[in-house]
């Protein structure tokens, strides 16, 4: 599981780096996925929004196994 998360968030990726920033997978445990926001992301006041509104969609949407993104 943790290894099709990497994919999905490889293909996230290209999208947060454009604005300054990035997404570190810290775990994968009973479908809940725990990132890290890093750079531009990490500080931002839209960042709940891009995890639940952006990387928590896709990652369900591709992967219903997922329950939850939580930011650690």
Do not use: W, Y
Not at 23 to 42: F, R, S
């Amino acid at each position: 599981m943790r290894e099709k998360v990497e994919e999905i968030l490889g293909r996230i990726r290209p999208h947060l780096h454009a604005d300054g920033g990035d997404v570190e997978l810290i775990e994968v445990n009973d479908g809940i996925v725990k990132v890290k926001l890093t750079g531009a992301c990490g500080s931002c006041p839209m960042a709940i929004l891009t995890l639940k509104n952006g990387i928590e969609r896709i990652l369900k949407t591709e992967m219903p196994e997922v329950k939850e993104v939580i930011s650690v």
